[in-house]
Each structure stands twice: as C-alpha cells, then as structure tokens.
C-alpha cells in the first residue's frame, strides 16, 4: 500500500517542487495539498490535472483526510511550530523542513508532542546526506585524525541578497539568519565533532544590505531570481531589496560543546563566491574540504608539512539529484523511517540543538555578546529518540 503525501505549501519553485521532484512513486503519491494562498493552489492544480488530488483551503482540513499519512511542511519558518503541532496532534507522520522552530521553547513543545502522540518527525537536514559531509564523518569516525577537539567553519553566500528581499529579512518572520542558513552549518558541526553546543557567544550585524538604494515597497512582490544572476554586483548596488531589514548580514558564532570541543562558524551574505568551509582538527591530524556541493575535495593533513601538501586527497563526485544528490536521499530515508521504522541519518534532537545554539547565538549577538548556557533536553526526551521514537 502507498503511503499517502500532504503537501503543506504549494510553491513548485520552492521546497514544495522538491518533493514533486523526488518522491518515490512506487511507495507514495500525493493525495492532498493545501496553500493559504489560493492562486498558488490553482497553479499546482493547473500544473496536474490529471491527478486525483484533495485541493485543501487551509491546514485543518488536510489533516482531517483519512488517505494522508504523511505530511510535509513546507511553508514560512514562522508557520512551522504550529502547523508540526497540529499535524502531530492529527497522528500525521511530519517532515518538518529546518528550522525546527523559531525557538528553543517552540522545538521543546514539537519533542514532547512527537512523544506523547507518538506520531513521527522527521526534520529535513538534508547536508546529513551530502557526499563531502559524509566523507568527512567517515574520516573522523576511522579515528585517522584522532580525537577532535576544534572546528572551524566558513560559510561565504554570494546569493545572500536573496535573504533581504523578503520575509527572511526580518526577525519577526524568521528569527534570524544562524536559523535559516545556518542551521545545516551548526547541525553538521554537532554530528562530526559527536557532541552538542553547551554555551555559545556571538557577534553579528546588518552592515551592507541596510544601505542599498531603490528598495522593494511594501506588499510589492520580489523578484526571487535575480540574485542568483551574475549581474547581481556589487553589494552595495544590488536593488529590489526588501524596505525594512533587521536581521544581520554576517555573522560569528562560538560554541562550548557538551563534549569539550570547541567551534566557531562564521557565515557572510554578500561574498562574491559562494562556499562551505569546514576544518575539523583532532590530536592526529585535521581534515578540509575543498568545495562542498558537486564535485569536490577532502583534504586531510596527519603528518607535519606544507600546507600545499595534504597526505590524504579523497576526489568527489556530485550526486543525481538536487542539492548535490541531497534531495533524493533525504526522501527516500524518509519513507523508509514511515514505513519500516529504519532510524534515519536525521536527528529530532539534534534539529532543536541547531535552532537552540542559533537562537542564543542571535541573542548574544543582540545583547552585547554575552555567553549564554543551552538548555539541555529533557532526559525521557533523549531517550525516547534515541530509540527511534519507539516507547521503552
């Protein structure tokens, strides 16, 4: 039997075309969709008119359909907690995209409903499945760089303007950008140094995209593309901005984990090149990468020499498949977390200590730097995950 998909949000230009684009057809077919935004349902229905697919006013009545049982957030960060509530509250098996939730207590409240109910979650960390973050976990786990004990992370996004042309560039919709982008960073650090952020400390601010001319009026609509074009240069001149912008356009984060290592991640939105950058460094070595989606390189130095001259090159290739091969895998660990109770690379827990660590990084940030302590989970929380959702 197919398991039946409810598309929470219908833009196919966006998340929602990601599951169009890679759901296993032979296991799952959408059955219903809904969008608070009636010409973005018509679109979708326009777009499949030969499927028998429940058109949805809001989110209630999905849920109310017997033939979902699954279904996929895919709508504004602001919108997540609510709607992942509610569809937990239904007995829905959630894929809830990243950001968990704008919040340390929000992502709590998802947990303890996932419990309680023992309804299904899964969230959407799909830089768990990337070829060059799986090489280097691979490496790190072999023990040839020993025992890790500092990372280092850059994040240069040359595309960053993209951010300030619409909700994102506002706290009020999305918290701030450590959520939005930099949750995959902070997710991956947590899994390859094996342990979560305890205490952080943060600066940041809005330095570049504050002061660009010809903004957006209010409820005028963005053009999401252009900053994507190469004539998108330079920062200072880039127009159709949103009116408004309060979040920041950089930003540097340090993390204490709960199991000694200690981390930085800086992220830029106005570089002219667009990279991740992780250094992971142990008592026997360090390894880099070169290049993250596609094509790409693991270096990794465990004898003393030149920089130049990594002992160990892995060469990597991209996979099929949006988001460097991302996409497709991430669906299919999904499905296969519904319907035969495989745990999945994804962590729930580590989801909440991702949105956590931004969350307290951004109000460092705005609070004049202060170190601020991460709340743990609870314990029957942890465990309750730890044993891929089953109750004890």
Same mark, same amino acid.
């Given at each position: 039997?197919? @398991?039946?998909?409810?598309?929470?949000?219908?833009?196919?230009?966006?998340?929602?075309?990601?599951?169009? +684009?890679? $759901?296993?057809?032979?296991?799952?077919?959408?059955?219903?969709?809904?969008?608070?935004?009636?010409?973005?349902?018509?679109? !979708?229905?326009?777009?499949?008119?030969?499927?028998?697919?429940? $058109?949805?006013?809001? /989110?209630?009545?999905?849920?109310?359909?017997?033939?979902?049982?699954?279904?996929?957030?895919?709508?504004?960060?602001?919108?997540?907690?609510?709607?992942?509530?509610?569809?937990?509250?239904?007995?829905?098996?959630?894929?809830?995209?990243?950001?968990?939730?704008?919040? /340390?207590?929000?992502?709590?409240?998802?947990?303890? @409903?996932?419990?309680?109910?023992?309804?299904? *979650?899964?969230?959407?960390?799909?830089?768990? !499945?990337?070829?060059? /973050?799986?090489?280097?976990?691979?490496?790190?786990?072999?023990?040839?760089?020993?025992?890790?004990?500092?990372?280092?992370?850059?994040?240069?996004?040359?595309?960053?303007?993209?951010?300030?042309?619409?909700?994102?560039?506002?706290?009020?919709?999305?918290?701030?950008?450590?959520?939005?982008?930099?949750?995959?960073?902070?997710?991956?650090?947590?899994?390859?140094?094996?342990? !979560?952020?305890?205490?952080?400390?943060?600066?940041?601010?809005? #330095?570049?995209?504050?002061?660009?001319?010809?903004? *957006?009026?209010?409820?005028?609509?963005?053009?999401?593309?252009?900053?994507?074009?190469?004539?998108?240069?330079?920062?200072?001149?880039? &127009?159709?901005?949103?009116?408004?912008?309060?979040?920041?356009?950089? #930003?540097?984060? *340090?993390?204490?984990?709960?199991?000694?290592?200690?981390?930085?991640?800086?992220?830029?939105? $106005?570089?002219?090149?667009?990279?991740?950058? !992780?250094?992971?460094?142990?008592?026997?070595?360090?390894?880099?990468?070169?290049? %993250?989606?596609?094509?790409?390189?693991?270096? /990794?130095?465990?004898?003393?020499?030149?920089?130049?001259?990594?002992?160990?090159?892995?060469?990597?290739?991209?996979?099929?498949?949006?988001?460097?091969?991302?996409?497709?895998?991430? *669906?299919? %660990?999904?499905?296969?977390?519904?319907?035969?109770?495989?745990?999945?690379?994804?962590?729930?827990?580590?989801?909440?200590? +991702?949105?956590? +660590?931004?969350?307290?990084?951004?109000?460092?940030?705005? #609070?004049?730097?202060?170190?601020?302590?991460?709340?743990?989970? &609870?314990?029957?929380?942890?465990?309750?995950?730890?044993?891929?959702? &089953?109750? @004890?």
């Amino acid at each position: 039997m197919k @398991t039946g998909i409810g598309l929470i949000g219908a833009n196919l230009n966006l998340r929602a075309g990601m599951v169009e +684009a890679n $759901y296993p057809r032979d296991i799952a077919e959408i059955r219903a969709v809904c969008d608070r935004d009636p010409a973005m349902l018509e679109l !979708y229905r326009k777009s499949h008119p030969e499927e028998k697919i429940h $058109y949805c006013a809001n /989110v209630r009545e999905l849920l109310a359909d017997f033939a979902v049982d699954a279904v996929f957030i895919m709508v504004r960060d602001q919108y997540h907690e609510e709607i992942a509530l509610a569809a937990l509250e239904a007995g829905k098996a959630v894929y809830l995209e990243k950001p968990m939730a704008l919040s /340390v207590e929000g992502c709590d409240r998802i947990l303890a @409903t996932a419990c309680r109910t023992g309804s299904r *979650l899964f969230v959407g960390h799909n830089m768990r !499945y990337l070829a060059s /973050v799986l090489k280097m976990k691979e490496i790190i786990d072999s023990g040839a760089v020993g025992e890790i004990q500092c990372v280092w992370v850059r994040h240069f996004i040359s595309y960053g303007s993209c951010y300030f042309r619409h909700w994102c560039a506002r706290r009020e919709t999305c918290n701030g950008l450590l959520l939005q982008k930099g949750s995959h960073d902070i997710d991956v650090i947590h899994w390859l140094a094996g342990g !979560y952020a305890a205490r952080v400390a943060a600066m940041g601010k809005l #330095s570049v995209y504050n002061r660009n001319p010809d903004r *957006l009026k209010e409820g005028e609509a963005p053009d999401r593309k252009a900053s994507f074009r190469g004539d998108c240069w330079p920062p200072l001149e880039i &127009k159709g901005l949103a009116p408004d912008p309060d979040v920041e356009d950089h #930003s540097m984060l *340090l993390m204490q984990l709960d199991n000694g290592v200690q981390a930085s991640y800086e992220q830029c939105m $106005y570089t002219p090149d667009s990279e991740r950058n !992780y250094t992971f460094i142990g008592t026997r070595g360090r390894i880099e990468n070169i290049g %993250d989606f596609g094509d790409c390189q693991i270096h /990794v130095w465990n004898r003393r020499g030149e920089r130049k001259s990594p002992d160990i090159v892995y060469h990597l290739k991209g996979g099929d498949g949006g988001h460097g091969g991302t996409d497709p895998a991430i *669906l299919r %660990d999904f499905f296969a977390f519904v319907r035969e109770g495989k745990i999945p690379n994804v962590s729930p827990v580590a989801a909440r200590y +991702a949105v956590a +660590a931004g969350c307290l990084g951004h109000q460092s940030m705005r #609070s004049g730097n202060i170190p601020l302590d991460v709340p743990p989970v &609870k314990p029957e929380l942890l465990e309750y995950f730890r044993n891929g959702q &089953k109750k @004890t």
